[in-house]
């Protein structure tokens, strides 16, 4: 595929109405949503298994024919920035677990939108490779880390991810923590009786390593389907346990952000709480998502997907033409919202591993 030329912005695509949209004009959804934010996962494997993502085993993974090559993540990539998105945010699965990460963040780095502006690499991990190759993707253009981390304690990572891994976890985000990115986020899912009882732990230990915490509602999004609501520490909830250790300000100007802030005591220091379920924020959302096989999603809950790979490999010579019509029919399909409050809500069929993070 590198043989493919790239001519971005010189053709028209055609939306679902077939009304002509001049490539490189901004992805707008029909409820006035402009993305600009591209969610790129790079495998569906996971050095860990955490209970709320994937079975332990038994897990069906992709094939890896299907999987996207480097080359065919740029030229989407590409295509992508010429239509206005301006952060390609790298997942999995574990991202680090791709032997080409450094050169897929050197090429995806290069890469500049209508305006001759860089576009954004972020990247979200469990941050055990971290040590090892944050250099080279600091040097090939990374700008920023989210590090997932669940529980401070080695016993409760253990049981949590079925993994022996805490303090290569917690190596990762001492590295990160030494490098130059900022902001710097730690992720953690707030799980009743599981590590509800260390909320405050984990913030100061995220201020320790000048990073902002983030707490997430657990999400119906693991493999198994096993997910209750019951079971759910709620954004109040969190709020709740903080407001006895710190007073909480509110952060304005949230934007298509899915944490919303608080200030800790005035600040500096901050924390943000992406409550899904409990307050949606999905009218603001700017966000599309790539699977490791090619398929673009317009929603993390979405069940219908828009398949990139028979454009990619066909021999239509439109690739561009055709990946700019599909990014632009999977924007206009995109919902008001995920429903995960309505009674006719459906679970996607993928878990969180293979949707990316």
């Not at 493999?223 to 909830?237: F, I, K, L, N, P």
């Amino acid at each position: 595929m590198s043989a493919i030329p790239v001519t971005i912005g010189r053709r028209a695509a055609l939306s679902l109405d077939s009304t002509p949209v001049p490539a490189g004009s901004p992805l707008v959804d029909t409820h006035g949503r402009v993305h600009r934010d591209l969610r790129i996962s790079l495998t569906d494997r996971c050095s860990l298994r955490c209970t709320y993502c994937m079975p332990e085993q038994g897990n069906e993974w992709l094939a890896k024919t299907s999987i996207l090559t480097l080359d065919e993540i740029e030229l989407i990539a590409r295509v992508a920035a010429a239509d206005g998105i301006t952060t390609f945010r790298l997942t999995g699965g574990e991202p680090l677990l791709r032997t080409d990460i450094v050169e897929i963040v050197r090429r995806l780095a290069a890469i500049e939108g209508p305006d001759g502006r860089p576009v954004e690499i972020a990247m979200t991990t469990n941050g055990i490779r971290l040590p090892e190759v944050l250099p080279g993707l600091a040097a090939a253009g990374l700008g920023r880390l989210n590090i997932s981390i669940d529980t401070l304690r080695r016993d409760r990572f253990h049981e949590l991810t079925r993994r022996d891994r805490l303090e290569d976890v917690l190596e990762g985000i001492a590295a990160a923590a030494a490098s130059g990115l900022r902001p710097l986020k730690l992720n953690a899912v707030a799980m009743r009786d599981v590590n509800d009882d260390e909320l405050v732990d984990l913030v100061e230990f995220a201020i320790a390593h000048d990073a902002q915490m983030r707490f997430i509602e657990q999400m119906p999004l693991d493999a198994g389907h096993t997910w209750d609501r019951s079971r759910m520490v709620t954004q109040d909830e969190i709020l709740g346990a903080l407001a006895q250790r710190w007073e909480l300000t509110p952060v304005p100007g949230r934007g298509g952000a899915p944490a919303a802030r608080w200030t800790l005591d005035g600040g500096p220091h901050t924390v943000g709480v992406i409550a899904s379920v409990t307050a949606p924020f999905c009218g603001d959302c700017d966000r599309l998502r790539l699977t490791a096989d090619g398929q673009l999603r317009n929603c993390l809950f979405s069940t219908t997907e828009y398949d990139l790979l028979p454009i990619l490999r066909g021999t239509s010579g439109e690739w561009e033409q055709d990946i700019d019509g599909m990014l632009r029919a999977c924007v206009r399909g995109k919902l008001p919202g995920h429903a995960i409050n309505d009674p006719s809500f459906l679970q996607p069929a993928r878990g969180m591993n293979a949707i990316g993070g």
